[in-house]
């Protein structure tokens, strides 16, 4: 078969782009002229849901033309002639088209009902937000005015009213009058639903007077004898009750959006009179700056002010705004804010019931979790309720200790509000850090709960001992749930590094994936399951139990680390293929990232050198995953080199542990060449007089007959090995003399007496190189640096040079511009032309 010419091939495929365009544009105009006709057919709906599912699976937004684009706007607001289902299908395709850049701006329904349909798409395309205020104040005034039996219009109206708040919370969409209006409403669906329930299905029906009353239930079966919360149970729920369990719902965030608008005019009215405010004593997260710019048009702007503050905004203007407003201060009026204390109260009081079923025990523990977040939000407002509050709050923790979501919440509210009520804090943080997380840190809802606690209070928690006593407890939910907290903790590690903690905690962070593995093989035990037997058997054995109760403690403060490491590595070995495992070790190196900042940030070369001997320690025991000690070592080299390099003469603090650690052989096993290479360029690199008086003659002899044993050890392990025998990154590896040979001829350029031994060192090595069975390439490399180090150390003044930069200069053109001979500038070139430069 004959090769077709390219050209051909090339037109062809264009034809056929260009009859595809044809048919798409064709197809939209049959969509265009289907929905914009007033007879209908029955494939309108059917070509509107193909579009729907081509711009939904469409990454970029397909090119729609504008013209149906207005149409389908225009369909999607007109209730009185379109059905429910098309207005329905056009607001989809819509709210995924955009934004729409050429698309005018979408006006407002005249039909309120219609608001929550269209209201995605206008809050996404439109950026005037006289529009979105002028759509919240109708939807506010739809829900004065409407029916409890109107719930199909209610609840979207009142779940968008939430929604827009939360997406504007820094700006007045409605105004006070409106705003008392909804809080009154709120209130009243909240307390005063009906206990009754309704003897017909959905839709709701009135109930006829003739007929007997059939009263809601409560958790335990009982019948209702107080008014109806979200906790009580009914065959058939009414439209006030819905709109009650509706209210409860958006409840937390409708009081942060209106505590939001109200702090924000107290601001202005107190730097208005050039004070900074402060509510119930803790500092406004809009003291340090206030905006007083006019309002932007997008909402992901800097934060709007209700009211803006310019020169004609006087203080009696803002006497009369914040007199306005004092209505609505403390989450609208006081009756409000009652109906919501009650409420929760009434919440509380009905956890007293034992449920008759599982899953009414788990929404009993949402609405308790949402009731103490509610108390807690309006106390912070109102710190006058904490007190009166805390007798209830205490007796629920009393009788929670089953339920250790809730506990966690109690705890908060106590640690937020403990110096009012004469609490001791941290008596309960003890409780539930050192027990209740040893036992459920593989309860996914209170581990993500404990993980958003200690986000929120980090800067509280990092005065006491929280972070710093219990990060083993903290680290057992992260190495149960790897991948999803990595981030997480990457943020709070920080908070758990102290001058007494780092050691521990680098030790901790190494040992993560025998955490994870000891964790999945003592569940595993309790399941009797056999999987990974030897683990489990390990974790049941008597003699093991010291091993696994160190690594399994709740506390820190115990030890660094155990000697019997390398035993614990290997009972624990089998797990090293389970997921969990696996990925507890890809998650680690960027924890010890994390970490090394977070260690050198704190300025402190008393905290680096204390982790020097740990890292060179750790190198060598790591648990045993190929990637995992990879990553690992990469990230403890960079760390080294870091330290060195804020604190040079930190490597005489360490120069015994260095000089035991390059003259072991176990510092060599296989795949920690690479690590060990550094070791010996930071040595040659630091090694310096200039740097520490204590580097002396005596210290480079030192490291020099070290470097000298290893380089004559390692050519002759090189020497006569086959190619073919030869592991690609042995023990012994070409880069590995380079490296010993070059911090050699450093060493010897800062103490001269050593360069006659090191030039013929260097010439040994390199005769027995050559007649190895080295490849050419790595043969190449050996000479060539043999003989530009020899050639160098023939002149010694040039050699302190050559081997001695400048701390500062790690660009080879800078270390170019500072040379003016041209005997060693050549040498320098053929330095960094080489494919192993001075640094690794």
């Given at each position: 078969?004959?090769?077709q010419?390219p050209d051909?091939?090339?037109?062809?495929?264009?034809?056929k782009?260009?009859?595809?365009?044809?048919?798409?544009?064709a197809?939209?105009?049959?969509?265009f002229q289907q929905?914009s006709?007033?007879?209908?057919?029955?494939?309108?709906?059917?070509q509107?849901?193909q579009?729907?599912?081509?711009?939904?699976?469409?990454i970029?937004?397909?090119?729609?033309?504008?013209?149906?684009?207005?149409?389908?706007s225009?369909?999607?607001?007109d209730?009185?002639r379109?059905?429910?289902?098309?207005?329905?299908?056009?607001a989809a395709i819509?709210?995924?088209?955009?934004?729409?850049?050429?698309?005018?701006?979408v006006?407002l329904?005249?039909?309120?009902?219609?608001?929550?349909?269209?209201l995605?798409?206008?809050?996404?395309?439109?950026?005037?937000?006289?529009?979105?205020?002028?759509?919240?104040t109708?939807m506010?005034?739809?829900?004065a005015h409407?029916?409890?039996?109107?719930?199909?219009?209610?609840?979207p109206?009142?779940a968008?009213?939430?929604n827009i708040h939360h997406v504007?919370?820094?700006?007045?969409?409605?105004?006070?009058?409106?705003?008392?209006?909804?809080?009154?409403?709120?209130?009243?669906?909240?307390?005063?639903a009906?206990?009754?329930?309704?003897t017909?299905?959905?839709?709701?029906?009135k109930?006829?007077?003739?007929?007997?009353?059939?009263?809601?239930k409560?958790?335990?079966?009982?019948?209702?004898?107080?008014?109806?919360?979200c906790?009580?149970?009914?065959?058939n729920y009414?439209?006030?009750?819905?709109?009650?369990?509706m209210?409860?719902?958006?409840?937390?965030?409708?009081?942060?959006?209106?505590?939001?608008?109200?702090?924000?005019?107290?601001?202005?009215?107190?730097a208005?009179r050039?004070?900074?405010?402060s509510?119930?004593?803790?500092?406004?997260?809009?003291?340090?700056s206030?905006?007083t710019?006019?309002?932007?048009?997008t909402p992901?702007?800097?934060?709007?002010?209700l009211?803006?503050?310019?020169?004609?905004?006087?203080?009696?203007?803002?006497?009369?705004s914040?007199?306005?407003?004092s209505?609505?201060?403390?989450?609208?009026?006081?009756?409000?804010?009652?109906?919501?204390i009650?409420?929760?109260?009434?919440?509380?009081d009905q956890?007293?019931?034992?449920?008759?079923k599982?899953?009414?025990?788990?929404m009993?523990?949402a609405?308790?979790?949402e009731?103490v977040?509610?108390?807690?939000r309006?106390?912070?407002?109102d710190?006058?309720?904490?007190?009166?509050?805390?007798?209830?709050?205490?007796?629920?923790?009393?009788?929670s200790?089953?339920?250790?979501?809730?506990?966690?919440?109690?705890?908060?509210?106590?640690?937020?509000?403990?110096d009012?009520?004469?609490?001791?804090?941290d008596?309960?943080?003890?409780?539930?850090?050192?027990?209740?997380?040893?036992n459920s840190?593989?309860?996914?809802g209170?581990?993500?709960?404990?993980?958003?606690?200690?986000?929120?209070?980090?800067?509280?928690l990092?005065?006491?001992?929280?972070?710093?006593?219990?990060?083993?407890?903290?680290?057992?939910?992260?190495?149960?749930?790897?991948?999803?907290?990595?981030?997480?903790?990457q943020?709070?590690l920080?908070?758990?590094?102290?001058?007494?903690?780092?050691?521990e905690?680098l030790?901790?962070?190494?040992?993560?994936?025998?955490?994870s593995a000891?964790?999945?093989?003592q569940?595993?035990?309790?399941?009797?399951?056999?999987t990974?037997?030897?683990?489990?058997q390990?974790?049941?054995?008597?003699?093991?139990?010291?091993?696994?109760?160190?690594?399994?403690?709740?506390?820190?403060?115990?030890c660094?680390?155990?000697?019997?490491?390398?035993?614990?590595l290997?009972?624990?070995s089998?797990?090293?293929?389970?997921?969990?495992?696996?990925?507890?070790?890809d998650v680690?190196?960027?924890?010890?990232?994390r970490?090394?900042q977070?260690?050198?940030?704190a300025?402190s070369?008393l905290?680096?050198?204390?982790?020097?001997p740990?890292?060179?320690?750790?190198?060598?025991?790591?648990?045993?995953?190929i990637?995992?000690?990879?990553d690992?070592r990469?990230?403890?080299?960079?760390?080294?080199?870091?330290?060195?390099?804020?604190?040079?003469d930190?490597?005489?603090?360490?120069?015994?542990e260095?000089?035991?650690?390059?003259?072991?052989?176990?510092s060599?096993?296989?795949?920690?060449d690479?690590?060990?290479s550094?070791?010996v360029?930071?040595?040659g690199e630091?090694a310096?007089?200039?740097?520490?008086a204590?580097c002396n003659?005596?210290t480079?002899?030192q490291?020099?007959e070290?470097?000298?044993?290893?380089a004559y050890?390692?050519?002759?392990s090189?020497?006569?090995?086959?190619?073919?025998?030869?592991?690609?990154?042995?023990?012994y590896?070409?880069?590995?003399?380079?490296?010993?040979?070059t911090?050699?001829?450093?060493l010897?350029?800062?103490?001269q007496?050593l360069?006659?031994?090191?030039?013929?060192?260097?010439?040994?090595?390199?005769?027995?190189?050559?007649?190895?069975?080295l490849?050419?390439?790595?043969?190449?490399?050996?000479c060539s640096?043999?003989?530009q180090?020899?050639?160098?150390?023939?002149?010694?003044?040039?050699a302190?040079?050559v081997?001695?930069?400048?701390?500062?200069?790690?660009?080879?053109?800078?270390?170019?511009?500072?040379v003016?001979?041209?005997q060693?500038l050549?040498?320098i070139?053929?330095?960094?032309?080489?494919?192993y430069?001075?640094r690794?």
């Amino acid at each position: 078969m004959s090769e077709q010419n390219p050209d051909v091939i090339i037109s062809s495929l264009y034809a056929k782009g260009r009859e595809r365009n044809q048919q798409i544009v064709a197809w939209y105009d049959k969509v265009f002229q289907q929905v914009s006709s007033r007879e209908r057919s029955s494939d309108t709906l059917v070509q509107l849901r193909q579009l729907f599912y081509i711009v939904l699976v469409n990454i970029d937004n397909p090119a729609v033309p504008i013209h149906l684009v207005e149409i389908l706007s225009q369909t999607a607001v007109d209730s009185e002639r379109e059905t429910l289902k098309l207005r329905w299908l056009c607001a989809a395709i819509l709210r995924d088209l955009a934004p729409i850049p050429s698309l005018p701006t979408v006006p407002l329904p005249p039909d309120t009902a219609t608001l929550p349909l269209i209201l995605p798409f206008i809050l996404q395309q439109s950026v005037n937000q006289r529009q979105i205020t002028q759509a919240a104040t109708q939807m506010v005034r739809c829900l004065a005015h409407s029916s409890p039996q109107e719930l199909d219009t209610l609840v979207p109206i009142l779940a968008c009213i939430s929604n827009i708040h939360h997406v504007y919370r820094d700006v007045r969409l409605i105004g006070s009058e409106e705003m008392n209006t909804l809080n009154k409403q709120l209130g009243v669906w909240l307390r005063f639903a009906p206990k009754t329930q309704i003897t017909g299905g959905f839709p709701l029906t009135k109930i006829q007077k003739k007929q007997p009353k059939n009263f809601v239930k409560e958790l335990d079966g009982a019948t209702c004898q107080d008014f109806f919360t979200c906790l009580n149970l009914a065959s058939n729920y009414g439209g006030e009750q819905m709109l009650n369990i509706m209210s409860w719902s958006l409840m937390r965030n409708w009081i942060d959006c209106t505590y939001s608008q109200w702090e924000t005019v107290e601001i202005l009215f107190l730097a208005s009179r050039g004070s900074t405010p402060s509510i119930s004593g803790r500092e406004s997260p809009f003291s340090q700056s206030i905006n007083t710019s006019p309002p932007d048009t997008t909402p992901s702007s800097s934060p709007v002010p209700l009211i803006r503050a310019s020169s004609s905004f006087t203080n009696e203007s803002m006497d009369g705004s914040l007199a306005r407003l004092s209505t609505s201060s403390k989450l609208g009026n006081n009756t409000f804010q009652e109906r919501i204390i009650e409420y929760c109260q009434r919440v509380i009081d009905q956890s007293q019931r034992k449920p008759l079923k599982k899953e009414d025990d788990d929404m009993l523990q949402a609405c308790l979790i949402e009731a103490v977040i509610l108390i807690d939000r309006i106390c912070i407002r109102d710190g006058g309720l904490s007190s009166k509050l805390f007798p209830t709050l205490k007796r629920l923790l009393l009788q929670s200790s089953d339920r250790d979501r809730v506990v966690l919440h109690l705890v908060e509210f106590f640690l937020h509000h403990g110096d009012a009520i004469a609490f001791d804090t941290d008596k309960a943080l003890d409780s539930f850090f050192g027990s209740n997380i040893a036992n459920s840190y593989h309860n996914q809802g209170l581990a993500m709960d404990t993980i958003l606690f200690g986000l929120r209070n980090a800067n509280t928690l990092r005065e006491g001992s929280v972070f710093t006593r219990y990060f083993p407890n903290w680290l057992k939910i992260l190495a149960w749930s790897p991948v999803t907290y990595v981030q997480d903790f990457q943020q709070l590690l920080p908070y758990m590094l102290t001058s007494t903690t780092a050691l521990e905690l680098l030790h901790f962070l190494l040992d993560l994936p025998c955490l994870s593995a000891a964790l999945q093989a003592q569940q595993y035990s309790k399941d009797g399951l056999t999987t990974f037997s030897d683990s489990v058997q390990a974790c049941q054995e008597h003699s093991y139990q010291f091993v696994f109760n160190f690594l399994l403690r709740n506390e820190a403060g115990q030890c660094d680390t155990i000697d019997k490491l390398d035993s614990l590595l290997l009972l624990l070995s089998d797990m090293s293929s389970h997921p969990r495992v696996l990925a507890t070790c890809d998650v680690t190196p960027l924890l010890l990232t994390r970490y090394f900042q977070a260690l050198l940030s704190a300025n402190s070369k008393l905290l680096a050198s204390k982790v020097v001997p740990v890292i060179l320690e750790r190198s060598r025991q790591l648990y045993n995953v190929i990637s995992f000690r990879r990553d690992v070592r990469t990230e403890l080299r960079s760390a080294l080199l870091s330290i060195f390099q804020q604190y040079p003469d930190v490597l005489m603090d360490h120069a015994s542990e260095l000089l035991e650690f390059v003259g072991q052989h176990s510092s060599l096993s296989a795949g920690n060449d690479g690590f060990f290479s550094y070791v010996v360029f930071l040595i040659g690199e630091y090694a310096r007089a200039s740097i520490d008086a204590r580097c002396n003659s005596e210290t480079y002899d030192q490291f020099y007959e070290v470097f000298e044993s290893l380089a004559y050890e390692a050519s002759a392990s090189i020497h006569g090995r086959p190619v073919q025998q030869r592991p690609q990154r042995g023990v012994y590896s070409a880069k590995l003399v380079v490296m010993l040979l070059t911090a050699m001829s450093k060493l010897a350029s800062r103490s001269q007496t050593l360069i006659p031994r090191v030039i013929l060192c260097i010439r040994k090595v390199d005769q027995q190189t050559a007649d190895s069975s080295l490849s050419a390439s790595d043969k190449r490399i050996l000479c060539s640096r043999a003989s530009q180090l020899i050639s160098a150390l023939r002149l010694p003044n040039i050699a302190s040079i050559v081997f001695n930069p400048p701390l500062d200069l790690h660009m080879p053109n800078v270390i170019l511009n500072q040379v003016n001979t041209a005997q060693y500038l050549s040498l320098i070139n053929s330095e960094l032309s080489s494919n192993y430069a001075l640094r690794p």
